[in-house]
């Protein structure tokens, strides 16, 4: 699989785009078990040419992360544009247009998936930052509205034909935010429509090798986008990738092994903001972690574990935690 110059080969596996989770240092941890393409959390337009700080950290990307994407989204050409420009600015190797998100706040306001009730304008948006960035620019959207507007076969011709070099899928509509299974029968009509030629990738619900296996194989997609499945377990890329190339498992570690990298997660979301915003952004992935799962009487030590407000206290509780419970 080739977006641009930037060649994948073949079975890319990629991290989703997701707000407050793929900071610079989660990148960092996927692409080392094996992503083979990055995606930061979505930048706001708006923000981004109003120059706020919170949003300008954003575009950090570093050498060791890459082939790597920033996101962007608005509802705005203008606004796009410029933010387009900044982003090509920070060097990275493709600009993603979010016309997927579907959360009130930016949905509701027009942006994300809000674009999905007007086309016209997320077509113009996206011919026009085609034309002002020199770096490959792609597309994540959904498969339309609600179930009544599944429109994603019609508006994936539209959209290649603005010049995208690469477009996304999430399985599901906006109506659906992320409840019910991803559908991935569209995906696979675009695909497989003889008139696309850019690469498509699937994304929705894949939280094991065997899903994304079966994801290649059934819908022919060119890439496979790991969201949601990746919070709590980076480690997944390692699994897939595995499982792709050899059609088996990937042998479990010891459980001090996952618990390592549960723990320099840690370390590196309090290096990166401090000691009490760190714990509070890590929180997310200890909460939804497969690591803990299946383990009898876990609730009360779960609890503390997201409670706990210093490294130390929650080392503690990490660590005793095979002593209590796995011997």
Same mark, same amino acid.
């Given at each position: 699989?080739?977006?641009?110059?930037?060649?994948?080969?073949?079975?890319?596996?990629?991290?989703?785009?997701?707000?407050?989770?793929?900071?610079?240092?989660?990148?960092?941890?996927?692409?080392?078990?094996?992503?083979?393409?990055?995606? =930061?959390?979505?930048?706001?337009? *708006?923000?981004?040419?109003?120059?706020?700080?919170?949003?300008?950290?954003?575009?950090?990307?570093?050498?060791?992360?890459?082939?790597?994407?920033?996101?962007?989204?608005?509802?705005?050409? %203008?606004?796009?544009?410029?933010?387009? $420009? /900044?982003?090509?600015?920070?060097?990275?190797?493709?600009?993603?247009?979010?016309?997927?998100?579907?959360?009130?706040?930016?949905?509701?306001? %027009?942006?994300?998936?809000?674009?999905?009730?007007?086309?016209?304008?997320?077509?113009?948006?996206?011919?026009?930052?085609?034309?002002?960035?020199?770096?490959?620019?792609?597309?994540? =959207?959904?498969?339309?509205?609600?179930?009544?507007?599944?429109?994603?076969?019609?508006?994936?011709?539209?959209? $290649?034909?603005?010049?995208?070099?690469?477009?996304?899928?999430? %399985?599901?509509?906006?109506?659906?935010?992320?409840?019910?299974?991803?559908?991935?029968? &569209?995906?696979?009509?675009?695909?497989?429509?003889?008139?696309?030629?850019?690469?498509?990738?699937?994304?929705? *619900?894949?939280?094991?090798?065997?899903?994304?296996?079966?994801?290649?194989?059934?819908?022919?997609?060119?890439?496979?986008?790991?969201?949601?499945?990746?919070?709590? $377990?980076?480690?997944?890329?390692?699994?897939?990738?595995?499982? &792709?190339?050899?059609?088996?498992?990937?042998?479990?570690?010891?459980?001090?092994?996952?618990?390592?990298? &549960?723990?320099?997660?840690? /370390? $590196?979301?309090?290096?990166? /903001?401090?000691?009490?915003?760190?714990? /509070?952004?890590?929180?997310?992935?200890?909460?939804? =972690?497969?690591?803990?799962? %299946?383990?009898?009487?876990?609730?009360?030590?779960?609890?503390?574990? &997201?409670?706990?407000? =210093?490294?130390?206290?929650?080392?503690?509780?990490?660590?005793?935690?095979?002593?209590?419970?796995?011997?």
């Amino acid at each position: 699989m080739k977006i641009g110059d930037t060649i994948l080969g073949p079975y890319p596996v990629m991290l989703a785009p997701m707000e407050d989770v793929t900071d610079l240092s989660f990148r960092l941890l996927c692409k080392r078990f094996g992503a083979d393409l990055v995606y =930061t959390e979505f930048v706001s337009s *708006d923000a981004l040419i109003r120059h706020v700080n919170r949003t300008k950290e954003k575009l950090a990307v570093a050498a060791a992360e890459r082939p790597v994407a920033i996101q962007i989204y608005g509802r705005e050409v %203008g606004a796009m544009c410029e933010a387009a $420009q /900044l982003c090509e600015a920070a060097h990275p190797d493709l600009i993603d247009l979010n016309f997927g998100c579907p959360v009130k706040k930016v949905a509701g306001k %027009g942006a994300g998936a809000g674009m999905l009730q007007n086309i016209p304008q997320m077509l113009a948006i996206t011919r026009a930052v085609v034309r002002a960035v020199s770096v490959p620019v792609t597309v994540k =959207t959904r498969l339309g509205w609600d179930s009544e507007h599944r429109i994603i076969v019609e508006l994936a011709e539209r959209l $290649q034909d603005c010049g995208i070099a690469a477009l996304t899928i999430h %399985g599901r509509t906006r109506a659906q935010m992320y409840t019910g299974q991803a559908d991935w029968t &569209l995906i696979g009509e675009v695909k497989n429509n003889p008139r696309m030629h850019i690469p498509v990738i699937g994304n929705g *619900d894949v939280t094991s090798p065997e899903q994304c296996r079966t994801c290649f194989d059934r819908y022919g997609v060119d890439g496979v986008m790991i969201g949601r499945g990746s919070i709590g $377990q980076p480690w997944i890329f390692r699994e897939v990738k595995h499982y &792709l190339a050899t059609g088996e498992r990937l042998p479990a570690e010891p459980f001090e092994w996952y618990l390592d990298i &549960l723990k320099q997660q840690v /370390l $590196q979301s309090v290096e990166r /903001l401090d000691e009490r915003r760190g714990i /509070l952004h890590i929180r997310r992935h200890l909460a939804a =972690t497969p690591l803990f799962k %299946g383990i009898p009487d876990f609730r009360p030590v779960r609890v503390a574990m &997201l409670r706990a407000e =210093t490294v130390e206290a929650l080392f503690d509780i990490m660590d005793g935690i095979k002593g209590a419970f796995l011997t």
